[in-house]
């Protein structure tokens, strides 16, 4: 897991679904760091830690968040559900699973009317991706 900045505020909350996704937004997290843009992540599931996810996304703003990334596989619900719960924009990023992310990918592209998540493509390259659309949605040149 990366090391959180020495700063109390953090442009970009990062959150995984599960500890199994992390070497795969380590990608993510080394860009944003290569772009000088601050962050935090948090391991929870929609499924499993729906207080902890919803508590831990509420709290963003007051942490400096502007952008939340969400890398989950599976149903990959967590992109969604942490879009519930701000108004700040969302980044979903499938992770690879046993149909090899197809499902995620799905899942994440298939948001309802009201719950808008951006959704990169599966595993590493939407990693990458994901931080370099926080970057232009931060407005970093």
């Known amino acids: 897991m990366p090391a959180n900045w020495a700063k109390?505020?953090?442009?970009?909350?990062?959150?995984?679904?599960?500890?199994?996704?992390?070497?795969?937004?380590?990608?993510?997290?080394d860009t944003l760091k290569t772009h000088n843009i601050t962050y935090e992540w948090i391991v929870a599931s929609a499924h499993r830690d729906p207080d902890k996810v919803r508590d831990w996304v509420?709290?963003?703003?007051?942490?400096?968040?502007?952008?939340?990334?969400?890398?989950?596989?599976?149903?990959?619900?967590?992109p969604g559900v942490v879009a519930s719960h701000t108004n700040l924009p969302v980044i979903g990023v499938p992770m690879k699973s046993d149909l090899n992310g197809l499902d995620s990918l799905?899942?994440?592209?298939?948001?309802?009317?009201?719950?808008?998540?951006?959704?990169?493509?599966?595993?590493?390259?939407?990693?990458?991706?994901?931080?370099?659309?926080?970057?232009?949605?931060?407005g970093i040149s």
């Open 8 to 29: 109390e505020m953090w442009e970009v909350g990062i959150i995984l679904g599960s500890e199994s996704d992390a070497a795969v937004m380590q990608h993510c997290a």
């Open 58 to 78: 509420r709290r963003g703003r007051h942490k400096g968040y502007k952008v939340i990334i969400a890398a989950a596989g599976m149903s990959a619900a967590l």
């Open 106 to 138: 799905l899942s994440i592209s298939q948001m309802p009317r009201g719950v808008p998540v951006a959704c990169m493509s599966i595993g590493k390259h939407g990693a990458i991706n994901a931080a370099l659309f926080a970057k232009r949605i931060l």
